[in-house]
C-alpha cells in the first residue's frame, strides 16, 4: 500500500515536522534499542561525553547513525506472506493457541510501516463527522424506548466506506491534501478509535438531566460543560498512569514466548477486520469472503428474529408444552424483558447472543457457565424459599414496592413522598410512607456484585501481584523526583532515546517491541490532565451546589484509581468488566448520607472515572496493535471526548426541554421515554436516600452490604487449595466472575444465556482445539462480520419500523408473532402484566 513517507530518517517521525510533536514534546522510550537480530547492548559502546563541544557533536553523530542503524533492523516488514514474528516459526498451529495470552501474536500480524501516515484530512474530518454522529445517537438512545449501542464494528464499517468515498478525489493541485494517498490502516484505526470514544453518552449528561427534570436547582451551562470535560477526562489522567503496566506487557518466558500481557479480548475482533480491510487484497481474499458473507447473511437472517417472526428469540419447547404455569414461565420462560431465567431456550438472533461469545477467552466463558447455572440455582431458590417475602413481589424486577407486612399486594414505590424541597430524605415523610421492598431476587443480585467486585481485588493480589505492583511504579521516589525535576518540563528539548539491553527486549510483547520507535506520552502529562480536571471537578461540584464536601470527591478519585487498577487488570485479562457503582454509590451513601443528589456526583467521579480509564487503556491497546502511535491515540481519544461531551450537552437540552412531560410520565411514548433517567434517579434514592433504612445492620438487606467483606475471603480457600493441590488447576476458577454471574439473569432477555455458551463452546473449544488453522484466521474476522451486520440491520429496523425516528409500524400478529403475550408463549405474569 502506497502513502507518504514522513520526512524524517528512515520513515520515522520527524522531531520537528510531525503534527504529534507540536501536540506534545517530553520523554520518550524511543528506539535507542537493540534488534534480536543479535546485536550486542549499545549502551556498553557509549562513551561518556566530553566537556568539549566539538567532541560532544562527534558522540551524538555517531550514536545517530547507531540508531538509524538499528531503526532499520527493527522497521523492517519481511516482504514475504508469512508476517508472523519469528517466535511462531516451527509452532504448529494447535501450540499457537494453547494459550490466550499469545492469541495476539498469531491471530493478528506483527508487523509496522512507520511510512503510514494517519494525520490526514480524511482522520479528521471522518473522525469528527462521525464523533458528532456517535454523540447525536447516544444521546437519543437515553431518551428512547428502545436502547442501541454503536458498536466499533459498526463505525468501522461505516467509516471504511466513507473513506473509499473521499479516497476517489482527484489528486489535483490542492485537492492533492485532502486525498493525498490512499486511506490506510492507521487512519482508519485513528477514526475508529476517535469516533468510538463519543459512542458512550457522558454519565455526567444523564446527572444534569436528572437535575433538570426532578430537581429545582440546575447549574448555569458553563458549570454543565466544565463538569462534563472534568468528569470525562479524570479517569484518562488516572488510567495513563498506570498504562505501562496495565497496557505495555513486558514480561515473557521461553520456549513458545508465553506473555503475562492484558490482551483486551474485546479489541481482537476489530483488529482482526482493520487488517483483513487493510492488508493486500490477494493476502485476505479468504478472510474478505468470510467478513462480506458472514456480514450480508447475518443483515438478512437479523430481519425474521428482530421483526417479521420474534419468535425466533426464544424457543422454548417447555413453555409450549405448558402455557398455563408461572414455575415454567420463571425457569424457562426468557424471550421478554423481566418473564424469567431462560433456561432451555433456544435463541436464534445473534443480537442477544453477542459477539463476545466468538472472543472471550475460554476461561472466561467458563466461569460464566458456571456463573449461569448458580443464578438459575440461587434464584429459583430465594423466591421460592420467600427470602425477603420474595412471592409478595414480582419474580425479576429493578423498581422499590410498597407492601403491608400483613397484606400480599404492592405497588411501586413513589421516591417524591419522601424527599424535601432540596432533593434531601424527610425522614418523617419515610416512616410514613414506609421502608420499601425490592424484588428478592435484584437484592440478590446487588449482594454478588458486591462479592465480586471486592473478589476482584483478591484474586489479582493472589494470582498477579507483582503485575499490580507494578502498577504503582509512577509514585516511587525515583520517579517522583523526576516529576519534580524542571528538566522534565523543558519540552522544548531534544528527547533522548532510551536504551535497551538484549535482554530486555527478549523480554519485550513483539507488537510493543514494534512500538518504541514512537514516542510515548510522557507521565506528567497523564499527570496534568488529572491535576487539571480534579481541580475542574472540584470548582464545578461547588458551583452545581451537590451538596458534596472535598474530601468526599478526594475519596471518590481515590475509590476510581484503586478500582481501574484492579478492574482494569481483570478487563485485560479476561475482556470482562467488573460494575463497580454498586460499592461506589454504597460507599458514598454512607459517607454523606440522606443526600440523593450528592449520592450521584460522588457516583459521577468515582464510577465514571473507571469507565473512561477502561476506555483509555482499551484504546491504548488497540493502538498498539495498529501500531498507532501513543500519541496520535490519546489525541483522538482526548478530541472524541470533547466533541463527544459538547454535543451530548447541547442534545439533552434540547430533549429535556421540549419532552419535559413525557420524561417525567411512568409510560413514556412509542418515540420517547424517561426510563433510563428513571432508573438512575431511583438508584440514588435508594443508595443515596434508603441506605442506612436498607441496608445497615438489623435492617432488612443487612446481608447485601456484607457481600464486600464475603468477597475479601471467598477466592482465599480456592487459592489455598490450588497451592496445595495444583494439579486440580483450581486457579482457572475466578470467583469474581463467577459471582457476579450469578445475578446476571436479573434483567433483560435472557432466552440466548445457552445459544451463547454453544457459540462460545463451538468457537473457544472446538475451533481452537480441532481446527486451529481456521481459528487463526478466519474466528475474529467471522465474528467482525456477525457483529456488524446485526449492528447495521438493527440501526435501520430502529429508525424504519421501530418508532425512534416517528410512528412504529409493528409487524401484523400471528403465531410467530405473540405480540400481545410472551414471544415463547410462556404464561404472562399477572403482577408484571
Known sequence: ??????????????????????????????????????????????????????????????????????NDEISRVPDDEETIM?????????????????????????????????WTFRTWALGIGLSGFSATLATIYQFKPQGITLSATFLCVISYVLALVLEQIPKIGVLRWLNPHPFNAKEHAAILIMSSTAAHSALAVEVIAVQRLWYEKTPNAGVCIFLIFASQLLGYGIAGLMRKILVYPTKASSPFFKINQFLYPANLPIMSLLET???????????????????????????????????????????????????????????????????GALCLDFQYIGSASLYLPPLTQLNYFIGYILNIVVFMAIYYGNVWRARDFPFLSQLLFTGDSNSTSYQTFNQSTILDSHGVVNETLLMQEGVPYMASTFASYVLTQNLAITATITHL?????????????????????????????????????????TEELDAMDPHYRLMIRYQDVPD???????????????????????????????????????????????????????????????????????????????????????????????????????????????????????????????????????????????????IWSGAALQSFNTQAITWGGL?????????????????????????????????????????RLNISLISWHVGFLVTGINSAALSAFAVA??????????????????????????????????????FALFGASGKPVPFPKYWGNNADGNLDYCKVDPGNG
Open 277 to 343: 480491510l487493510h492488508r493486500k487484497k490477494s493476502e485476505t481474499k479468504p478472510q474478505l469472503k468470510v467478513f462480506y458473507w458472514a456480514f450480508c447473511l447475518i443483515f438478512i437472517w437479523e430481519v425474521f428474529p428482530e421483526y417479521i417472526m420474534p419468535i425466533l428469540t426464544a424457543v422454548n419447547v417447555f413453555c409450549l408444552a405448558n402455557r398455563n404455569s408461572m414455575l415454567f414461565t420463571y425457569l424457562f420462560g426468557g424471550g421478554n424483558g423481566n418473564e424469567g431465567l431462560g433456561f
Open 461 to 501: 493480589l493472589l494470582y498477579n501481584w507483582d503485575d499490580l505492583k507494578n502498577a504503582w511504579s509512577f509514585m516511587a521516589p525515583s520517579q517522583l523526583k523526576h516529576l519534580l525535576s524542571l528538566d522534565t518540563y523543558r519540552f522544548w528539548k531534544s528527547w533522548k532515546a532510551r536504551e535497551y539491553t
Open 691 to 731: 441506605a442506612k433504612y436498607l441496608y445497615s445492620h438489623g435492617t432488612r438487606y443487612q446481608w447485601v452490604p456484607l457481600g464486600l467483606v464475603l468477597g475479601f475471603i471467598a477466592p482465599v480457600p480456592l487459592y489455598i487449595l490450588h497451592r496445595l493441590f495444583p494439579k486440580l488447576k483450581l486457579d
Open 761 to 798: 463452546f463451538w468457537s473457544q473449544y472446538y475451533l481452537r482445539r480441532w481446527k486451529p488453522e481456521w481459528f487463526l484466521r478466519f474466528n475474529y474476522v467471522l465474528c467482525a462480520g456477525l457483529d456488524g451486520g446485526t449492528q447495521v440491520l438493527v440501526f435501520i429496523l430502529t
Open 86 to 118: 519469528p517466535i511462531g516459526k516451527g509452532m504448529t498451529a494447535q501450540e499457537k493457541v494453547e494459550n490466550m495470552e499469545e492469541i495476539a501474536l498469531y491471530a493478528l500480524h506483527v508487523e509496522d510501516d512507520p511510512s503510514l501516515d494517519p
Open 1 to 70: 500500500m502506497s502513502a507518504n513517507r514522513f520526512p524524517g530518517q528512515n520513515g520515522l517521525e520527524p522531531l520537528g515536522g510531525n503534527p504529534e510533536d507540536a501536540f506534545l514534546t517530553g520523554h520518550s522510550t524511543g528506539i535507542e534499542a537493540l534488534s534480536e537480530l543479535g546485536v550486542h547492548d549499545i549502551r556498553a559502546e557509549r562513551r561518556k561525553t566530553d566537556t568539549d563541544e566539538k567532541t560532544a557533536a562527534k558522540d551524538t553523530q555517531t550514536d545517530e547513525k547507531k540508531h538509524d542503524n538499528i
Open 524 to 670: 506528567w502529562f497523564y499527570g496534568m490532565i488529572l491535576l487539571i480536571s480534579g481541580v475542574v471537578g472540584l470548582v464545578c461540584i461547588y458551583q452545581a451546589e451537590s451538596g458534596m464536601a472535598w474530601w468526599a470527591f478526594i475519596i471518590a478519585n481515590a475509590m476510581a484509581a484503586i478500582m481501574i487498577l484492579f478492574t482494569g487488570a481483570q478487563f485485560g485479562l479476561t475482556g470482562f468488566k467488573v460494575p463497580v457503582q454498586p460499592i461506589i454509590q454504597m460507599i458514598g451513601a454512607y459517607l454523606e448520607p440522606g443526600r440523593p443528589l450528592t449520592n450521584m456526583y460522588f457516583t459521577l467521579f468515582g464510577y465514571n472515572s473507571v469507565a473512561q480509564g477502561l476506555m483509555l487503556l482499551q484504546d491504548l491497546k488497540l493502538g498498539q496493535y495498529a501500531k498507532l502511535s501513543p500519541r496520535c491515540t490519546l489525541t483522538m481519544q482526548l478530541v472524541g471526548t470533547i466533541v463527544g461531551a459538547l454535543i451530548n450537552y447541547f442534545v439533552m437540552i434540547s430533549i429535556t426541554d421540549a419532552q419535559r412531560g413525557i420524561l417525567l410520565s411512568i409510560q413514556g411514548t412509542h
